[in-house]
């Protein structure tokens, strides 16, 4: 599969362990950084898996058709070097309604925290959270269950 590589940020997983997990993972965040060390940590976890990660909002435009009904939660930050996150959420909400948003961020503005649950992100969590809590909240959202955002 072809996707756009734009300075080597894009990454896709394809493979049986795609069609094992229960919750697959969309990671959208320029900070390769922490991204990649939050993807590692995550793949370990024997029900979740990361399909595609990406560094920009145009990278997660250009993903999202080619992961289309794989993916069960998009974990987005909100300041993108070419865009906000929000517009991801809002993006991937058009798209495709059913994965479930959490917005993983450090930007500390309630106010942008509440664009980015209006436009249909199921919660916020700061960058600073603990592993296990951002595997719980992927969980809860996963499984659909409510979570109260942190405003």
């Known amino acids: 599969m072809n996707l756009p590589r734009s300075e080597n940020r894009t990454r896709l997983s394809l493979g049986r362990r795609v069609m094992n997990a229960s919750i697959c993972l969309l990671l959208v965040d320029d900070h390769a950084a ?3 060390p939050l993807a590692m940590i995550l793949e ?3 029900d979740l898996v990361v399909v595609a990660q990406v560094g920009s909002l145009a990278e997660a435009r250009a993903v999202l058709p080619e992961i289309a009904g794989r993916v069960d939660v998009a974990l987005v930050d909100l300041l993108l070097p070419d865009g906000d996150g929000v ?3 809002r993006d991937v909400r058009v798209l495709h309604p059913r994965p479930r948003m959490l917005v993983l961020t450090a930007v500390i ?3 942008h925290h509440a664009r980015a649950i209006d436009a249909g992100a ?3 969590l700061c960058k600073s959270a603990h592993p296990e809590a951002i595997v719980a909240c992927i969980r809860g959202t996963g499984a659909a269950a409510p979570i109260l955002p942190s405003r």
């Open 109 to 111: 503005d309630p106010a």
């Open 122 to 124: 199921a919660a916020v």
């Open 34 to 36: 922490f991204r990649t």
């Open 87 to 89: 517009e991801v959420v």
């Open 44 to 46: 370990r976890e024997p």
